[in-house]
Structures are given as C-alpha cells and as structure tokens.
C-alpha cells in the first residue's frame, strides 16, 4: 500500500518516493519466489506470508480478493503473498566513529543511501534485511517485506549510533554467520578498517552478491594539509605531527587511487561491483545515475 501522510519517512518526501519506485535493485535470483494473485507457482507445499495489497484488476483470482476490505473500503484489493524463498536484499552499513566525519557528514549519507534502497526493495517485494556494523557485531532489524513497512525502516535507520570502533571484519563475520536468504548485498562504508579486505571476504562468501558503496568525504578525497598539522585517527584518538607539502598531497593521493584499485580488484573478482561515492553526491544523481550505470540497480 503506498506510503500515506500519516506514515511519510523521515528521509524523503512523498515526490521523491514515487520516483523510486521507477527503480529496482538488480539481482541475479537464484531461487525467484512466486507472487501468490500475480503468478500462480508450479511448487508445491511452500510456506507463504502475507506481504501487502495492490488493486483489483480484471482476471486476477477471485480467491484473492480482500472482502473484508471491500466492506471497509468499497474497494477490490488482491492480496499478495510471498514465498519464504523471495530474494533477500541486505544493506549494511558502517557506523563506526570514521563515518561520523565530513561535510556532509558520511553516516548521515550512507543513512539516506540504506533508506533509499531499503525502500527499493521493499517496494519491488523483496524481503530487506538492514544492519548497522560497529565494535565487532552487526545490530541488524528483523527482515521484512512491502512499502507498508517503510516507516519501521527509516525509524531503525535514523536511532543516534553508540558505535565507537569498526571491527568491520568480526561484524562482517557476525552478519554472514546468522544471514538468511540470498540476493544483492549492499556495504555502505569508508572501509578505514584494516580488516576491511577481511569483511568483503566473508560478505562475499555468501550467496548474495556483493556490492561495495565506498563513502568518503570530500577532504578525504582532495585533502588540504597546512604546513604544521596534527592528524588524530578518529576511532583511536592516536595523533601523529605532519609537515604538510605538495609532495605529501601528491603522495597521499597516490596511495589513495591505489587503494581503490585494490578493494574494486578484490570485488570484481568475486563478482562483485565497487562504487566510490564521495559524500556530498547528490542522492538522486547516485540512484539514478552512478547505480543505474554500474548495473546495481535498473
């Protein structure tokens, strides 16, 4: 059902909304569901769950239709139900203190990323799965399906973090240990983790195809070093007294590009798709351009 006045998301307008449901996450389903009222299934003695509504329309089955709805309503609704076997879309992402950082800020960002394309799935029927990586584990919501729960999942995404530190590796292995359902998996972060290749192991070890949603800030990505600078790491407080130069800059951006080239090297060859997304790209531009570009949605 669609997202009413009194269930508008935090996130997006009702406008931004309907444009994305033009979008889907590409997926290479393994196993595809059958939609019970859209396409009857050739199994047999599947567990099915109610998923949402969609109007009646001329030659649906008639076993489907909602009465009590209509008697509500004076309207047919068809009733949709899913097979447990649906594509699962996981999103993930990283919300140790590195991402509280830039402007805009990347946390922020990656929230608005995971709620766009949580929404994608939620509207294409799939079942979403979110989860937050930090200090080691993955606080993940309880998977769900259809736009009716678009505002239980903008509310998990906007709570205010704790996470200090990423341990990216051992939350990574945390989530894939106790997933279930297989489809497009989504990593939001800056990966400034030295688990990081680690964690894109272990995502990638799983049935789902993994997608890399690599989120820096704009300073990170074109940095301005003062002759005399203090650098802190953010999660670890540790400081270390820099002469910035134009060979220091030139050297860091070198480095940069090449570790790029490694993590997009190391997902490519699992099968996987690498983005960078610098934190102030505009939402639309990265759904609707970059993503539709990279195949991660069409």
Do not use: C
Request: charge should be negative; glycine fraction near 6%.
């Amino acid at each position: 059902m669609p997202v009413t006045a009194t269930h508008r998301a935090p996130f997006f307008d009702e406008a931004f909304l309907r444009r994305l449901e033009q979008l889907e996450l590409a997926s290479r389903r393994l196993t595809a569901g059958r939609m019970k009222g859209e396409r009857r299934s050739t199994r047999r003695g599947q567990s099915v769950e109610f998923a949402d509504y969609r109007n009646y329309s001329a030659g649906d089955d008639l076993r489907q239709l909602d009465w009590n709805a209509y008697a509500r309503l004076e309207k047919l609704f068809v009733k949709l139900f899913v097979e447990e076997e649906d594509v699962t879309v996981h999103i993930l992402v990283d919300a140790s203190r590195s991402m509280d950082y830039g402007e805009p800020n990347k946390l922020e960002a990656a929230r608005r990323a995971a709620a766009a394309l949580g929404y994608l799935g939620l509207a294409s029927m799939d079942r979403v799965s979110v989860a937050f990586l930090g200090d080691g584990t993955a606080t993940a919501m309880r998977p769900m399906r259809g736009k009716r729960r678009a505002l239980e999942l903008f509310n998990f995404l906007s709570e205010p973090r704790t996470e200090r530190l990423t341990g990216l590796a051992a939350a990574a292995r945390a989530y894939a240990a106790r997933m279930r359902g297989s489809g497009p998996m989504l990593l939001i972060s800056d990966l400034m983790d030295p688990g990081y290749l680690d964690a894109l192991r272990d995502l990638a070890g799983t049935r789902s195809q993994l997608s890399v949603l690599h989120l820096l800030a704009p300073d990170e990505l074109e940095p301005e070093v003062p002759p005399d600078a203090r650098l802190v790491d953010r999660e670890t407080g540790h400081a270390v007294e820099v002469s910035g130069d134009d060979d220091l800059v030139d050297r860091y951006r070198a480095r940069l590009v090449d570790w790029q080239a490694e993590i997009s090297s190391f997902v490519a060859r699992r099968g996987g798709a690498y983005v960078l997304v610098p934190s102030d790209l505009d939402l639309a531009d990265l759904l609707f351009d970059v993503l539709r570009r990279r195949r991660i949605v069409e």
